[in-house]
């Protein structure tokens, strides 16, 4: 069964590598957080992954990193081994290739990929949702390492990403 799983994420992140990791600057297709700028220390507190204005999605691979010395990614479904973020609602995820956080790293790395008889998604909304424990008081910057978007055909999607910061007080 991992040997199927390790070869299904293996032909979706080769067709998803395709993908250019930030768009020029004149894409109106941005992936973006949706999160507080200033949080208080122990508090708990979500930060959505978004994507706006999209044409034609089917596919998406995230990898995100922020200070763990700061922030601590809580599990979004406990039932499972690991922490997970909670996946968003623009895509049904019929595939989903990857959902990671690896806490002490401070990176989230996730991959969700729509298949037919679902159609590709236009518009905006919501690829993730991260909750994280403010730990201590300081600043995490919160960086997009790497989105690949791709339509149905595995073609890269334009994009531009605003990466985003957490001031805990």
Same mark, same amino acid.
């Given at each position: =069964? ?24 004149? &894409?109106?297709?941005? +992936?973006?957080? @949706? ?13 959505? +992954? ?10 998406? /691979? ?9 922030? /601590?990614?809580?599990?979004? @479904? ?6 997970? +973020?909670? =996946? ?33 998604? &236009?518009?905006? %909304? ?9 730990? =201590?008081? %300081?600043? &995490? ?5 790497? +989105? ?5 055909? %595995? ?15």
């Amino acid at each position: =069964m991992m040997k199927c799983g390790l070869i299904v994420l293996t032909i979706l992140t080769t067709t998803m590598a395709a993908c250019v990791p930030a768009a020029a600057p004149t &894409s109106s297709t941005v +992936v973006r957080f @949706d999160a507080p700028s200033t949080v208080a220390a122990g508090s708990t507190f979500t930060v959505k +992954v978004q994507l706006d204005n999209v044409k034609e999605l089917a596919g998406d /691979e995230v990898y995100i990193s922020f200070n763990p010395a700061i922030l /601590e990614a809580q599990d979004a @479904d406990p039932a499972k081994s690991g922490i997970q +973020v909670a =996946m968003g609602a623009l895509l049904k995820p019929d595939f989903v290739a990857q959902n990671l956080v690896e806490a002490n790293r401070g990176k989230i790395s996730f991959a969700v990929v729509q298949l037919p008889p679902n159609q590709p998604v &236009s518009g905006s %909304g919501i690829l993730a949702t991260v909750t994280f424990k403010a730990k =201590m008081a %300081g600043s &995490s910057p919160l960086t997009f390492d790497v +989105v690949n978007l791709a339509n149905t055909a %595995g073609t890269p999607i334009d994009h531009a990403v605003q990466n985003g910061q957490i001031l805990v007080k």
